[in-house]
């Protein structure tokens, strides 16, 4: 057998392991990036074929969710693309936190998607504490930010807390100070910002449960995604956001086909979108979950 057809029967056979093991799919990942990854996993346990890979995972469960962790695109910064932050703040948290404390509404709810290791969904906490800050006010508004993720590892890590000085190099200074507390190895974010965050597990792909979110943060995540996939996540969050509610991609993403009709643009240049009204989105696509393998019917992404 030659190495080409050695990886394809060890892809397929993995995808049908993952599927019935864990409820994972990836049929819908790009080919070459799920090839990289079991490739790179396969160099670093020592396997010598990508069969003795499969062959591994089917008696060792902490390299199972190695490879799941290295699927699920676990790349995040704190302020990554700077400028798409500030956008988000003026364009977005500004309006509708002032919106909220001024109508005496009771909470902000805001899902961060693909959230690896948290340093994105801290980012947007801290984004609306400076806005509340800003405003100056008493408000007993209540900040509720969920961040979802596939792997149990990089949540696990950003439950902690707790990242290096270079993990923190992104963030600004004053912030630094303001949010972060000095520890022996690194910087520990303040209970002040925890409190308004939680973490769980989430796979894009299920239905969501509440329909109540004020913003979607999910960036640098659809771009890995077939065009299924891409239409089906892209429908989860519309279903999943308020009325008038927010979504923001990473930059190098974009809304493709019917489902660009489910949102009216905020700003090109940072991908960020609003839901269209009711009626508006009536008629945009509904990709059933039969035309992805494996698509278990709902998210839990509720607050406890």
């Known amino acids: 057998m030659t190495l080409a057809s ?19 799919d990836i049929s819908g990942y790009s080919p070459s990036f799920v090839s990289r990854s079991i490739r790179k996993r396969t160099g670093r346990t020592g396997c010598s074929s990508p069969l003795q890979y499969v062959a591994l995972l089917r008696r060792d469960d902490d390299e199972v969710n190695e490879l ?21 703040s003026t364009l977005v948290l500004r309006p509708l936190v002032s919106q ?59 439950q ?42 989430g796979n894009l792909l299920n239905r969501p449960d509440r329909k109540f979110f004020d913003l979607v943060v999910c960036r640098n ?15 989860n969050f519309h279903a999943a956001l308020k009325a008038g509610g927010y979504l923001m991609l990473g930059r190098t993403e974009t ?12 700003d090109h240049e940072n991908r960020i979108f609003r839901k269209l009204a009711a009626g508006a989105a009536e008629e945009a696509v509904q990709t059933p979950p039969s035309a992805i393998r494996g698509v278990s019917d709902r998210a839990d992404l509720r607050f406890s």
């Open 100 to 158: 909220k404390v001024e109508q005496g509404w009771s909470a902000l709810r805001v899902w961060s998607a693909g959230c690896a290791t948290g340093q994105e969904t801290y980012t947007v906490a801290m984004c609306v504490a400076e806005e509340l800050r800003r405003l100056r006010t008493d408000s007993a508004l209540v900040v509720r930010i969920v961040g979802t993720d596939l792997s149990s590892k990089a949540l696990a890590y950003a």
């Open 6 to 24: 050695q990886n394809d029967q060890a892809q397929d056979l993995i995808r049908r392991f993952l599927q019935q093991t864990r409820g994972f």
């Open 255 to 266: 809304l493709l086909g019917r489902p660009r009709q489910m949102f009216d643009l905020v």
């Open 221 to 235: 995540v659809v771009i890995y995604f077939s065009r299924p996939m891409h239409d089906r996540v892209i429908t």
């Open 68 to 88: 799941i962790s290295a699927l699920s695109i676990n790349v995040t910064d704190f302020f990554r693309d700077d400028d798409a932050f500030r956008a988000l």
């Open 160 to 201: 902690r807390g707790t990242y290096t000085p270079e993990q923190v190099k992104g963030v600004p200074r004053r912030l630094l100070a303001e949010y972060f507390t000095r520890t022996e190895s690194g910087y520990e974010i303040l209970p002040s910002i925890r409190r308004d965050v939680k973490f769980s597990e």
